[in-house]
């Protein structure tokens, strides 16, 4: 293992290394997966209430956004800190294309997911001249920036014009769900099923060309374009990946909540999200998984517990510190500086 | 047409808020320099400041005011020491962006903290004696607050300059800003001039606790939390180097954003909040408009 690989590994970083596509490991990996996809699917339903479905819809969506957000900054090495107003603007586009038109629940998922992937890509490309800290301050200024503008526009209510608002909003106001997927528990599994999609669609990237690509540029933007990578190219696609993951997500939350508030958008998601992102593992995708469920799950948890809800951030704060608490420490043992 | 009657009010708030940003903004930005670490923790350990003052002066009988506001100056001072002493030096060998995220953790954990002891649905602030007294400009009120908090940040951007200048541990933490390992190797006590960093961080924390609230009108221990994001802006501007350019980019910021509520413009008010946000992301874009590729923190081209 060399110096580099030997950091990111105990940094808690993927290797540059792109696993087989059909090694023992990762036949286990997708068993494993398959195994907890059909519990989340059938078995978890029958055990519990409406309320925790919802939440666990919640956490199925959240862990795309947490999964978009871990690629990037996990395999590609860019931080995002505004990946919640992407989220956003998947749902505004999702709700005022479900107000304006009578068009599938699905296509307007995918619309909202190309858009926010183009609007993503626009963002991300003068960004892309930054790394580090600096692309981190940007993302989360850019984000900043769109909660005010989100605060004004706020989300559609089946209004005419560009808002698409109406004076006094009613239950009838609210977005419209799949026909497949009326009710909590039906909506619970299309969600999971596209969360299973879309993962599948990162891993398809993380074991192809793309992949290596990326795991290249992530130890060495410099070594990648002396071996011929177009960096460019593939940050861009990295940042369109995971933009139209969040936007596919942000759709899904439209119907999800139906009426969402600007609320759950706040910038201080971002940085919690990142908290979860970096505490679930950025090395795979399965971080973004437990991340979802750390973000959705445990401050009801808390509260069923009798504890108030504002632990979790407690919780979050004290769980990324030890996260990196713990690699640094073993990133001194092995005398290796960031 | 806006006159400038009606936009001279605007331009004492903006003033006001722009000290505020350029104390922030030192703090952030002396720090940085020296210690490598950018304080997102800022704004949290200046709000649980704050809410030990109100705490003081509302739930207790026994304090005094002004002892109240010296808890609050005290309370951030040796909590961002805590973070400084204890905690940042086990991410010394994290890259800025670990460094940062240490103190995005340290954030949270505060913001809980605060919600758990004081629940964010109270209604709660205190006036410091400087808020209550007001005097006429042109027809506009200002608070002594106000003036004090101009006065204040120049005060602290002019001492701060000097201190680097003439004294042997602003020398110790200019040399450890250009260069920390040749500082290490020369004899630079770099463990003391960065608990001196934290230290005057830390106090600046707890001055602009104090402001923000009286400024704010409430203690908002959300908004004082992340208030650190815009006082990044004008730090940005002066590209997380030059004390100076980030002292003049605050008053510019906070005077546009003050300017922009003049709701005349045909613009909607609240746009304003995104001032320090277009600045701050339009310089950051303007500076890497030249191919810059950033390892461990230092630019090359």
Request: glycine residues 10%.
């Amino acid at each position: 293992m060399t110096t580099v690989d030997a950091h990111s590994a105990l940094a808690g970083e993927p290797v540059s290394t792109v696993p087989s596509r059909f090694g023992r490991r990762s036949i286990t990996q997708a068993a494993i997966a398959a195994a907890v996809f059909l519990i989340a699917m059938f078995v978890l339903p029958a055990l519990t209430s409406t309320f925790w479905v919802k939440n666990f819809t919640s956490a199925a969506i959240l862990s795309i956004v947490a999964g978009a957000t871990g690629l990037l900054y996990g395999r590609v090495g860019l931080v995002s800190l505004g990946q919640i107003a992407l989220y956003g603007v998947g749902t505004w586009v999702t709700m005022r294309l479900g107000f304006a038109t009578d068009w599938p629940y699905p296509v307007l998922v995918l619309i909202a997911g190309v858009i926010t992937a183009v609007i993503g890509v626009l963002l991300g490309l003068p960004a892309l001249r930054l790394q580090g800290l600096y692309l981190a301050l940007v993302t989360l200024m850019a984000a900043a920036a769109f909660l005010v503008i989100l605060a004004d526009t706020k989300f559609p209510t089946g209004g005419p014009g560009f808002k698409g608002l109406v004076v006094e909003v009613t239950n009838s106001d609210s977005m419209r769900r799949p026909d497949v997927a009326e009710t909590d528990f039906g909506f619970y599994r299309y969600v999971l099923v596209v969360a299973v999609i879309m993962f599948g669609l990162a891993l398809a990237h993380l074991v192809s060309k793309p992949g290596r690509a990326w795991a290249s540029i992530r130890h060495s933007e410099a070594a990648a374009l002396a071996t011929g990578v177009n960096t460019t190219t593939y940050k861009l696609w990295a940042w369109g990946l995971a933009s139209f993951m969040t936007g596919i997500a942000g759709g899904l939350l439209a119907a999800h909540v139906r009426s969402p508030s600007t609320f759950t958008f706040g910038v201080e998601q971002n940085i919690i999200l990142m908290a979860v992102v970096v505490m679930g593992g950025v090395a795979t995708l399965w971080g973004g998984v437990v991340a979802g469920l750390l973000v959705a799950v445990l401050p009801e948890l808390l509260q069923k517990w009798g504890f108030s809800s504002e632990w979790s951030l407690i919780l979050f704060g004290t769980g990324l510190f030890a996260n990196l608490l713990i690699t640094s420490w073993q990133l001194d043992k092995a005398g290796i500086k960031e | 047409m806006l006159n400038t009657s009606q936009l001279f009010p605007f331009l004492i708030s903006g003033l006001a808020f722009g000290a505020v940003y350029a104390m922030s903004g030192t703090g952030l930005l002396v720090l940085y320099r020296t210690t490598g670490v950018l304080n997102f923790a800022f704004g949290a350990i200046g709000a649980m400041g704050a809410n030990i003052t109100w705490h003081l002066i509302e739930k207790t009988e026994w304090c005094p005011d002004w002892l109240a506001y010296v808890a609050c100056v005290v309370v951030s001072a040796a909590l961002t020491l805590l973070y400084g002493v204890v905690f940042a030096p086990r991410f010394a060998n994290r890259d800025p962006l670990g460094k940062m995220l240490g103190t995005l953790a340290f954030a949270l954990i505060l913001l809980g903290l605060m919600f758990n002891l004081w629940r964010s649905q109270d209604a709660r602030g205190f006036r410091l004696p400087t808020g209550t007294r007001r005097f006429e400009i042109f027809d506009a009120r200002v608070t002594w607050t106000q003036v004090v908090a101009v006065l204040f940040a120049l005060l602290v951007v002019g001492g701060v300059t000097i201190f680097l200048r003439a004294t042997k541990i602003g020398t110790a933490m200019r040399a450890i800003a250009n260069d920390r390992e040749i500082s290490s190797l020369l004899g630079v006590p770099v463990r003391r001039v960065e608990t001196a960093a934290w230290l005057g961080s830390g106090v600046l924390c707890g001055i602009v606790g104090l402001l923000l609230v009286d400024l704010f009108g409430s203690l908002d221990m959300v908004l004082m939390t992340w208030f650190v994001i815009p006082s990044l802006a004008p730090v940005l501007i002066g590209q997380m180097r030059y004390l100076w350019v980030t002292f003049f980019a605050a008053f510019v910021i906070g005077v546009v954003e003050a300017e922009l509520n003049a709701s005349n413009w045909g613009w909607p008010s609240q746009y304003r909040k995104t001032t320090a946000y277009v600045f701050a992301v339009g310089a950051l874009l303007w500076f890497a408009r030249k191919r810059t590729i950033m390892i461990s923190g230092r630019a090359t081209r």
